[in-house]
């Protein structure tokens, strides 16, 4: 099992920039992980926004996401960052950080994910 705790959240005006960050804590088990951000919408599915493998050399965006956000893994840290640049009104959302122990694979899909945060607020103003 592990704990996810994200932090970062906040208020923007569009165009502007946030950055999340999320740090895995196993209780059991291996400190390797692949970590991923998903957003949520009211009454919207959660979507993936981006993942992370082990070591970061495989990262994930969903389209959308492409050229403004990037993720980036500290892994002696256990933590992960999401750089949010250019943000839009649209963007508003719960953001989620997930994590799955290694061996795993970064993934937008939610599914593969046990462990999940609490999620952090990021609203995005016109």
């Known amino acids: 099992q592990v704990q996810v705790v994200e932090s970062g959240g906040g208020s923007v005006e569009s165009g502007g920039s946030l950055s999340l960050s999320c740090v895995a804590s196993?209780?059991?088990?291996?400190?390797?992980?692949?970590m991923g951000w998903f957003r949520q919408a009211p009454g919207k599915e959660r979507e993936g926004v981006a993942a992370?493998?082990?070591?970061?050399?495989?990262?994930y965006y969903a389209d959308s996401m492409k050229g403004r956000f990037t993720i980036s893994q500290n892994a002696a840290k256990n933590t992960v960052t999401l750089q949010m640049n250019n943000l839009k009104p649209e963007d508003t959302a719960m953001y989620y950080c997930?994590?799955?122990?290694?061996?795993?694979?970064?993934?937008?899909?939610?599914?593969?994910?046990?462990?999940w945060g609490q999620g952090t607020q990021v609203t995005v103003s016109s």
């Open positions: 997930a994590a799955q122990q290694a061996p795993c694979l970064a993934s937008l899909n939610r599914e593969v994910y046990v462990s």
């Open positions: 196993a209780y059991t088990g291996t400190r390797k992980y692949c």
């Open positions: 992370i493998s082990y070591g970061g050399s495989t990262t």
